[in-house]
């Protein structure tokens, strides 16, 4: 954890970052240690250790995103931005701070996700995007954090505790299971191996199950039960495969958490510093127009019609051809006899791609022709309902 060390100089305080809990860990940049090692040690009443908050935070001007620094979620997350036209300019990949061209006065950090979720407690961040999981885990349901939009619909995994799939556990299956096995005492309790040294307790704790100790570790997790270090373990699980590989099940009622990337702000930072709610309410508006749109296509077809409405009414006797607000229906025209005529109708919906295929189906059985289906970049709607969430959680 990287803790704040004060060295109070008269009226000054020097702050030093360092990467453990003791005061003689190395000090992370060559500017602080050189300070350091010049410095005479104070007495043991002049340290604070401060968890993490750095007390200039509040002088700052500038509004500070946080973006995971490495790991599966980095890429993706990057990804996301550009696609809603807010693409990070990095001068080099080893640099942590980067912009936004398009959002004034953003200044994005790269960190690991836990640290985005500590520095957003600490008011040393304004926003952020990690996975509900770390954010749940290091958040610990502190009201300052607010998630603003919550499926940002990438890093989807779920927190769970799996069991081996041999021995005394062949035949066990949900939660209630284990915890009725005689196997666990005062003296001999259940065994679980986590990164998620909150969340494993807690959940423990509101599922009754009293004779249980947890033993951390940071990766790998799935090898505990072999190796006889563990009777369990509690981690994250996507498609399931490392725990086939290494024999063990999740059970059921075992699910801790589903989680996916969320965007999340402080609730102090969006009411005191300036500029972070007007930047929260932008980056939500196209992270909003991006998502809704990405579920869906636009489907434009032909059809013979008397007059618009009678279109219209054939239109919307199919349940999967109301689109978004009801049919945009326009006329087709065309010369004949030297006169201008309407025969011909185009139609234009939005149709979510799941329901594609039905859509045409039900569009041909109208007498739909000349169907053009196209990707969808953004919809942006009047408001978004999250925006309105925001603001009432606000109290504004
Ligand atoms: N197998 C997975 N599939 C999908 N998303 C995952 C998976 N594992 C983790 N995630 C998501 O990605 C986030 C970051 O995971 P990642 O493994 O990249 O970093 P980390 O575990 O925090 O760091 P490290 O593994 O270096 O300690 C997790 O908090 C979770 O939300
Ligand atoms: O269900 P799956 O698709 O197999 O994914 C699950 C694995 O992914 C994560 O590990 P990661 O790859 O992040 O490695 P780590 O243990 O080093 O964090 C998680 O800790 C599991 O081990
Ligand atoms: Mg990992």
Not at 162 to 175: H, M
Request: with cysteine.
């Amino acid at each position: 954890m990287n803790l704040s060390l004060q060295l109070h100089l008269q009226c000054t305080p020097l702050h030093i970052l360092v990467k453990s809990t003791t005061a003689t860990a190395t000090a992370t940049s060559t500017r602080s240690w050189s300070c350091y090692a010049s410095l005479s040690i104070p007495q043991p009443s002049n340290v604070n250790v401060l968890n993490g908050s750095s007390p200039l935070s509040s002088e700052r001007k500038e509004i500070r995103l946080g973006l995971p620094s490495k790991g599966r979620m980095s890429n993706d997350t990057l990804e996301l931005l550009k696609n809603c036209q807010l693409s990070v300019k990095q001068v080099n990949p080893r640099q942590y701070v980067a912009e936004i061209p398009q959002l004034s006065n953003l200044e994005v950090w790269f960190q690991r996700p836990k640290d985005i979720v500590r520095k957003l407690l600490s008011g040393d961040l304004d926003l952020g995007i990690v996975g509900l999981d770390t954010l749940s885990e290091y958040g610990q349901g502190n009201e300052d954090l607010i998630i603003v939009h919550e499926a940002l619909e990438y890093g989807d995994c779920r927190l769970s505790l799996a069991i081996p799939q041999y021995g005394i556990f062949e035949n066990i299956n949900s939660l209630e299971e284990l915890s009725k096995m005689p196997q666990w005492t005062e003296d001999k309790p259940l065994r679980v191996a986590t990164g998620f040294n909150y969340l494993g307790p807690k959940f423990m704790r509101e599922n009754g199950l009293t004779h249980v100790t947890f033993s951390t570790a940071d990766g790998a997790l799935e090898a505990a039960p072999a190796m006889g270090i563990a009777d369990a373990i509690l981690d994250l699980v996507s498609s399931g495969t490392t725990l086939r590989e290494n024999n063990l099940k999740e059970i059921e009622g075992g699910t801790v958490l589903e989680s996916q990337a969320v965007l999340v702000a402080s609730r102090k930072s969006m009411i005191q510093r300036t500029g972070v709610l007007e930047t929260t309410h932008e980056i939500l508006e196209r992270l909003e127009a991006h998502l809704r749109a990405i579920g869906q296509f636009t489907v434009t077809a032909n059809m013979r019609g008397s007059s618009a409405e009678e279109v219209a009414e054939r239109v919307l006797s199919q349940p999967s051809l109301s689109g978004l607000q009801g049919p945009t229906i326009s006329p087709v025209f065309c010369k004949r006899d030297g006169k201008v005529t309407a025969d011909y109708y185009a139609i234009v919906i939005c149709v979510p791609k799941k329901a594609l295929y039905k859509s045409i189906q039900q569009l041909r059985a109208i007498g739909g022709s000349g169907v053009l289906i196209s990707p969808l970049t953004y919809i942006f709607d009047e408001e978004t309902p999250r925006w309105r969430q925001l603001l009432s959680k606000l109290g504004l």
